[in-house]
């Protein structure tokens, strides 16, 4: 059974993961106190390390109040794992640049012969389902990474994102719809709202590490 891995809550940021050996050498060289939060697996939410006063060999203040100025975050999952830079990103892309957008004009196309549209109302419907599928795709598939994947590098993961992205989407346009400029126009407008909304997400997870 390994050892229980810790995390702090330290500057307003989640630190860590720790050892109980390091944790008590922060304790002892005061770096930390009784009102410096923790967390573990198996809590429900951040405690005050006063609780593991007894376990450091050294009396713990006898009051302590939580840190309220700070905004605290959920707290962090210990069973992320490390994932490669290419994982991320095929991972990404193709949920949010293939599956989500043929899941949206799936249900364009089914509405469509529903409501029998055709000319300029069919091309909008599909056009605002693709746009739906896109940004749906890309936010779903950020929310499932940042459950399911950590690494040092997110920032490094844009570029490369936005590579293929572009590459998976024009070739797709160039070689199956019989418009391809105007699909080029819509897709384009697309991948900036993915590339946008890809690189601050990004950004943010950076910052968080």
Same mark, same amino acid.
């Given at each position: 059974m390994s050892a229980p891995q810790y995390y702090l809550f330290l500057?307003?940021?989640?630190?860590? =993961? @720790?050892?109980? #050996?390091?944790?008590?050498?922060?304790?002892?060289?005061?770096?930390?106190?009784?009102?410096?939060? @923790?967390?573990t697996e198996g809590f429900t939410d951040w405690e005050p390390l006063s609780g593991m006063a007894d376990m450091f060999e050294k009396a713990a203040p006898k009051s302590f109040s939580r840190q309220t100025n700070a905004t605290i975050p959920a707290p962090i999952n210990s069973k992320l794992k490390e994932r490669a830079k290419w994982w991320i990103v095929s991972t990404h892309v193709l949920t949010a640049v293939f599956a989500m957008p043929v899941i949206a004009t799936i249900f364009a196309t089914t509405l469509i012969g529903l409501l029998g549209s055709e000319g300029i109302l069919a091309i909008l419907i599909m056009v605002l389902f693709n746009f739906a599928g896109y940004i749906g795709g890309t936010y779903y598939s950020l929310s499932y990474l940042k459950k399911n994947a950590k690494t040092s590098d997110w920032k490094g993961c844009t570029i490369p994102s936005l590579i293929v992205a572009v590459l998976l989407n024009f070739g797709t346009? +160039?070689?199956?719809? =019989? @418009? =391809? /400029? /105007?699909?080029?126009?819509?897709?384009? +407008?697309?991948?900036?709202?993915? #590339?946008? +909304?890809?690189?601050?997400?990004?950004s943010k997870l950076d910052e968080n590490n």
């Open positions: 500057n307003n940021k989640q630190a860590g =993961p @720790y050892s109980f #050996g390091q944790i008590q050498n922060l304790w002892n060289s005061n770096a930390v106190n009784a009102q410096t939060l @923790y967390w346009v +160039i070689f199956f719809h =019989p @418009y =391809p /400029i /105007i699909n080029s126009i819509v897709s384009l +407008i697309n991948l900036v709202a993915f #590339g946008i +909304i890809t690189s601050n997400e990004f």
